[in-house]
């Protein structure tokens, strides 16, 4: 398991670089990094997040085609980066606790979990994040800032020591993320490009 969490954690690296880069790409990491993380987090009893991997192999692929997919259909070109509709906000803060609540309730009542509501937390936030990357939206960012904090702390608890240096640097590129696609938004609008800042809100 142990080489397999190294592999994992390179592969995250390179899903990171792809991400902060908002190179499509990141997709295909995103497919072959959760195939790996399946079996390392089943192996340390982190029942929530290897259901939340199973998740993101098929967001990964969900991903790829929403990318692909501009808002006015355009084949070929991708989505741009925007900010999420402001009507989206309390469906996702709904959605969110449902999720907690019923994921904090499998994994008290079914398995044999240690850590069930920090683990309940961090799959909730991450199939937010997850859908919020899916689309493009900026705010994905925040999100994951809360999630790689939360889970550097919990997978240094569980001794998986690789997955939490991979997730402390998460937290600090996620910061560095959320102004990179700021200015890759306005770099946009200022040069009066095909892909241009869409604010919903």
């Known amino acids: 398991m142990d080489y397999l969490e190294i592999i994992g954690t390179l592969i995250g690296l390179l899903y990171l670089y792809l991400e902060y880069k908002a190179s499509i790409y990141l997709w295909f990491a995103g497919v072959v990094m959760p195939l790996v993380y399946i079996y390392v987090f089943y192996a340390a009893g982190l029942y929530a997040d290897m259901g939340i991997n199973i998740y993101y192999l098929l967001a990964g692929l969900y991903g790829l085609v929403m990318w692909m997919k501009k808002s006015d259909q355009k084949e070929g070109e991708e989505r741009p980066i925007s900010y999420t509709p402001v009507k989206y906000f309390l469906p996702i803060i709904i959605i969110f606790a449902i999720l907690f609540v019923g994921i904090a309730f499998i994994l008290t009542r079914y398995t044999d979990s240690t850590v069930p509501y920090a683990d309940s937390f961090v799959t909730a936030l991450s199939i937010i994040g997850m859908w919020l990357l899916a689309y493009?939206?900026?705010?994905?960012?925040?999100?994951?800032?809360?999630?790689?904090?939360?889970?550097?702390?919990?997978?240094?608890?569980?001794?998986?020591?690789?997955?939490?240096?991979?997730?402390?640097?998460?937290?600090?590129?996620?910061?560095?993320?959320?102004?990179?696609?700021k200015k890759m938004m306005l770099y946009n609008a200022l040069n009066d490009e095909k892909i241009p800042i869409t604010d919903n809100r």
């Open 136 to 181: 493009k939206y900026i705010e994905q960012w925040l999100v994951w800032i809360v999630v790689d904090v939360a889970c550097c702390a919990l997978y240094l608890y569980k001794g998986l020591y690789p997955t939490t240096i991979l997730y402390g640097l998460y937290s600090v590129i996620a910061v560095f993320g959320y102004f990179k696609w």
